[in-house]
């Protein structure tokens, strides 16, 4: 490990001084590698990238490296995180039976329905694997310190928080992003809307209210975090073509209840049917994104 050790030293820079008189360091690296790969014994992470993992965590410790210190490590679990972080997939399996269930179990105690499990979990391993192409993936922050579970329990026990206050903000605001609608620019469009505004936004209303937690986030998903179909393939481990079929199917059934709701509440003749069916399609996409932000503006 002669070249692991100078390796180690190079990063810790003026910080490694007590390690580099350590004459164990060596056999402490080997032994500390060779836990690391147990569970991972085809080692898809080389040495040198476990290494410097290692230094990235004891230049992040408030104490000055030494022995006690690489021993605290959990170098297991940070040889999983840097597998994981690899998309290899032996560990993604060992993070499906091990780490999600641990997640699941911390939003549980948050909120226990299925629905809002699974949409968390959902979530959960989204932001620990995959990341948004502008934040990397959660999982690359792990510094070793303690069990990898456990820290995963802490992401999803925030993430499941944040959920539910998101949530009860869209319930109690939700009307208001509608009441801010602007009305379509197509003359004869606007006619209808005079008329019917607050009816379309009621049954719209009605209509977004049963669909399950799992299509709601969906939903924000695509339009409020952007996420295009590929990354929501990836998310929930389905084909690009899946996810597109999922929000169309989603969309049409939103704009046939809205559509429903609204000739059955006012009084429409057949000659006015084709231009609801207009009113309701271009209104949608300006609607979705209004209400599932709880009343923030649309930019």
């Given at each position: ?13 003026e ?15 080997e032994?500390?590698?060779?836990r ?21 965590a004891?230049?992040?410790a ?37 780490l ?157 209840a ?42």
């Open positions: 490990m002669t070249d692991q050790v100078q390796h180690l030293l190079g990063r810790l820079g910080r490694g001084v007590t390690l580099a008189a350590d004459p164990l360091l060596g056999p402490q690296l032994g500390l590698f060779d690391a790969v147990g569970r991972l014994p085809h080692r898809p992470i080389t040495c040198d990238a476990m290494i410097d993992r290692i230094a990235d004891l230049l992040g408030d104490e000055p490296p030494d022995r006690e210190a690489l021993a605290r490590l959990n170098a297991p679990d940070l040889y999983l995180a840097l597998a994981l972080a690899a998309k290899d997939e032996r560990a993604l399996e060992i993070a499906d039976a091990e999600m269930p641990a997640a699941r179990q911390s939003i549980g105690r948050i909120d226990a329905s299925s629905s809002f499990v699974d949409e968390v979990s959902q979530r959960v391993r989204e932001r620990l694997l995959v990341g948004d192409g502008v934040i990397p993936p959660a999982i690359a922050q792990y510094r070793g310190t303690g069990p990898l579970a456990r820290w995963v329990r802490v992401i999803a026990s925030r993430m499941a928080l944040d959920l539910k206050r998101a949530d009860s903000r869209l319930d109690d605001e939700g009307d208001d992003a509608l009441a801010q609608m602007p009305a379509p620019s197509d003359p004869e469009l606007e006619d209808i809307w005079r008329t019917c505004a607050e009816e379309y936004k009621a049954a719209l209303a009605e209509a977004f209210a049963s669909l399950s937690k799992r299509e709601r986030n969906l939903l924000r998903q695509r339009y409020l975090d952007d996420l295009n179909i590929d990354t929501l393939g990836r998310i929930y481990r389905v084909s690009p073509s899946t996810t597109f079929r999922w929000l169309r199917q989603i969309e049409e059934r939103l704009a046939s809205t559509r429903i709701a609204l000739m059955a509440k006012l009084a429409i003749s057949e000659s006015q049917v084709h231009s609801m069916e207009r009113l309701v399609a271009s209104q949608l996409q300006l609607s979705l994104p209004r209400m599932l932000r709880g009343g923030d503006e649309v930019g």
